[in-house]
T-cell receptor, first 113, second 115 residues
Framework: AQTVTQSQPEMSVQEAETVTLSCTYD???????LFWYKQPPSRQMILVIR??????QNATENRFSVNFQKAAKSFSLKISDSQLGDTAMYFC??????????FGTGTRLTIIP | EAQVTQNPRYLITVTGKKLTVTCSQN?????MSWYRQDPGLGLRQIYY???????DKGDVPEGYKVSRKEKRNFPLILESPSPNQTSLYFC??????????????FGPGTRLTVL
């Protein structure tokens, strides 16, 4: 079975600090894509960052970066210099090549002023 | 503006009363999909469509129907809603040729309550 697991239901961090959200997955596919989506209180799903499994270099988008460990099947999201606007639910997701996104259960992140 | 729209945004209904949630995209995307979001379960795919007249079941299709008569529209039909279908529903679309890595664009969500 192809699964995505997020083991941290909730996290909180002080504003300006760095926080890392964990995600692991399971698949026998060799090529796939991994994503982090942000869902603020507005409920809109916003793509934060994506990573192709064939690329060894970790993806970076401004304050957001990933730590992709293919052998360990781990895909964590690091948010640097956290801001109040980062408060949201974060979903890890994967496309294992079967025309759908498989989502984790989400991590609710709260940035404390 | 490129977008996915859903209507209604909020709906309260009663058990057994047929309803349709509409989804429309203006980006000429071939691929469209419906997800439901439930606390502690994340988002799960209900149905998807790879093009007009081509639809297939996702992980949780029971109790739902879809149709894809036009490329831009992908309505979700609940023939006889039940309380366990109370959920937040998302429609999404993307280009099929790049479906593996391409961003799926999500609609704003429909909050459905079935009493």
């Amino acid at each position: 079975a192809q699964t995505v697991t997020q083991s941290q239901p909730e996290m909180s961090v002080q504003e300006a600090e760095t926080v890392t959200l964990s995600c692991t997955y399971d698949t026998s596919e060799s090529n796939y894509y991994l994503f982090w989506y942000k869902q603020p209180p507005s409920r809109q799903m916003i793509l934060v960052i994506r990573q192709e499994a064939y690329k060894q270099q970790n993806a970076t988008e401004n304050r957001f970066s990933v730590n992709f460990q293919k052998a360990a099947k781990s895909f964590s999201l690091k948010i640097s210099d956290s801001q109040l606007g980062d408060t949201a639910m974060y979903f890890c997701a994967a496309n294992f090549g079967n025309e759908k996104l498989t989502f984790g259960t989400g991590t609710r992140l709260t940035i404390i002023p | 503006e490129a977008q996915v729209t859903q209507n209604p945004r909020y709906l309260i209904t009663v058990t057994g009363k047929k309803l349709t949630v509409t989804c429309s995209q203006n980006m000429n995307h071939e691929y469209m999909s419906w997800y439901r979001q439930d606390p502690g379960l994340g988002l799960r795919q209900i149905y998807y469509s790879m093009n007009v007249e081509v639809t297939d079941k996702g992980d949780v299709p029971e109790g739902y129907k879809v149709s894809r008569k036009e490329k831009r529209n992908f309505p979700l039909i609940l023939e006889s809603p039940s309380p366990n279908q109370t959920s937040l529903y998302f429609c999404a679309s993307s280009l099929l040729e790049a479906a593996l890595y391409n961003e799926q664009f999500f609609g704003p969500g429909t909050r459905l309550t079935v009493l």
